[in-house]
């Protein structure tokens, strides 16, 4: 509980994940200012919360809020990612902010900003970037909270990232009931931890949506082989779901996704509401962050870059429509809704998220090469356990596997998960199988079973491609039989082909 006179944390950015955030701060006890330029919306929220349990400042000019706080200052910045940021550190530094003051970027901010913010802003105040997930209930009761930047400024954030972050359960690893019941948590292991220098936090939260991306992507194939294939209705798949949740697939997303199928359109009680929403998904851009990042560092992540093209051809709409009616598939067939089917897409579901996962810990990995940051991906699995919507129970068991091995190259090495892949194979091939053969789009089982078959693979046939680019472009070979880094040129035009050290 806060003793000093004043707050000692500030909060600007009365948007709905900046209030909710504020209440959770002042829910445990400490006292906060807010700012927001629209000056009005500061007003509303100020008379909206009269009793809170710690007092909420409002403030209408940065000047009245950088004095209210008392020093060294917690600014938490929720603005638009993007200029916004700068501009709202710049107000700040003139309404007099000291080196000593600490800014928190907890917006989804892009990671090289933060990277560059930190530098820029050195000398003149601590830059600090978290990324924070768990959308409006979460930062209401609980997010889980991703800190990256200087460690000494991590000291005084810490109190307050701890105490309004979700929690997990220590012995199960399970969230404690709080953002679904609509209460802060108390006790239990917060879902925040320091995960690094500059913009390790951003990043970690640009994964994070990029794997949010493609569970939700798989959650929706699974839902259109169970409706096109099996002939389901909503209510009925709704059920599955709910069976599933008491599975390895246990998560948030599969809770949600149960209950969004038994809803009825409040226009018409007779129809589900699943069947009156245009089916064109919105993508507000980590999804295309992460995968533009997974090509610039040559790391496959295919799943996820598939699961955002997946929402791009949802958003071609009316092209899908005229290319309904002339492009044809197969002739539609309605398989026999039995266990074994359903527990063969459930299987597919399960393996095809296990492929995601392993892309989005390999793009860690190497983006901790790349700006030398130590991940610690036990750690990360574990603060995504609560909180955030990637929420499951299965981040237990990639915990665990990093626990056991903190050098493991990729999560489908972890026997743990090794011994679920081969259990679900046969079923993730005959669903993949199922899908190409009647003509049911599913590009994320598919392109996550094409990750595994090319990660299995000790031969891949780019010696082919390796043999055409020489061809047309003398770009040099290496041979299987000489020592790395000597290359070959074929002379391929030439009648003879004579092979020549380039
Ligand atoms: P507003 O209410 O004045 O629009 C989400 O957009 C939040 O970021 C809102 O609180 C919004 O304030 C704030 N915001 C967006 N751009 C901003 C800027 N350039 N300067 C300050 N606040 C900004």
Redesign the pocket.
């Known amino acids: 509980m806060m003793t000093s006179a004043n707050p000692c944390v500030g909060l ?7 209030k909710n955030l504020a209440l959770n701060i002042a829910d445990h006890g400490f006292e906060i200012a807010v700012f ?3 000056t009005a ?1 500061t007003d509303e929220f100020i008379a909206e919360n009269p009793h809170t349990p710690a007092k909420l400042t409002g403030c209408h000019t940065l000047k009245e809020f950088v004095d209210a706080i008392a020093k060294p200052r917690v600014i938490i910045v ?3 990612a ?4 700068d ?2 550190v710049e ?1 700040l530094l003139a309404a007099g902010l000291d080196p000593q003051d600490i800014v928190v970027d907890a ?1 989804n901010s892009l990671w090289t900003d933060t990277i560059r913010r930190e530098k820029d802003y050195s000398g003149k105040l601590k830059f600090f970037g978290s990324g924070v997930s768990g959308g409006e209930l979460g930062a209401r009761f609980g997010p889980s909270l991703m800190p990256g930047g200087d460690p000494d400024s991590w000291k005084h954030l810490e109190p307050i990232w701890k105490a309004i972050a979700a929690k997990v359960d220590a012995r199960t690893g399970e969230p404690l009931a709080g953002a679904s019941a609509g209460k802060p948590v108390t006790g239990g292991v917060p879902c925040t931890a320091y995960l690094g220098p500059n913009g390790a936090g951003h990043y970690v939260k640009m994964v994070h949506n990029g794997i949010e991306y493609v569970d939700m992507q798989l959650i929706s194939e699974a839902y259109l082989l169970l409706r096109s294939l099996l002939g389901l209705r909503p209510d009925e798949i709704s059920q599955i779901f709910s069976q599933w949740n008491k599975t390895e697939l246990n998560s948030y997303l599969i809770e949600i996704t149960a209950d969004v199928l038994q809803q009825k359109d409040p226009r018409n009680k007779k129809k589900f509401l699943v069947d009156v929403i245009v089916d064109s998904a919105g993508q507000k851009g980590t999804g295309k962050w992460t995968s533009t990042n997974s090509l610039d560092m040559g790391v496959p992540a295919n799943s996820i870059a598939e699961a955002v093209f997946a929402r791009c051809m949802s958003a071609l709409k009316s092209e899908r429509v005229a290319a309904s009616k002339k492009l044809k598939g197969p002739l539609a067939r309605k398989l026999r809704a039995g266990k074994p089917i359903i527990e063969a897409i459930r299987q597919a579901l399960y393996c095809s998220k296990i492929c995601a996962y392993a892309q989005g810990f390999q793009l860690m990995r190497e983006a901790q090469n790349q700006y030398h940051w130590k991940l610690d991906f036990g750690t990360i699995a574990s603060i995504w356990r609560g909180g955030c919507i990637i929420r499951a129970k299965f981040l237990q068991k990639i915990t665990d596997a990093y626990q056991a091995d903190p050098k493991l190259v990729n999560l489908l090495l972890d026997p743990y998960f090794r011994k679920q892949v081969r259990t679900g194979q046969e079923d993730w091939r005959k669903v993949v199988s199922l899908a190409a053969t009647t003509g049911v789009p599913a590009p994320a089982f598919m392109s996550a079973l094409a990750y595994f078959d090319s990660y299995r693979s000790a031969v891949l046939p780019a010696s082919l491609i390796q043999a055409q680019r020489d061809y047309f472009g003398a770009h040099t070979y290496q041979r299987v039989d000489a020592p790395d880094g000597q290359f070959f040129h074929v002379d391929w035009p030439a009648a003879d082909r004579p092979e020549v050290k380039a």
């Open positions: 600007i950015g009365l948007a709905v994940m900046g927001n330029r629209t919306v929720l603005v638009k993007g200029p916004a940021v501009s709202i107000q917006g």
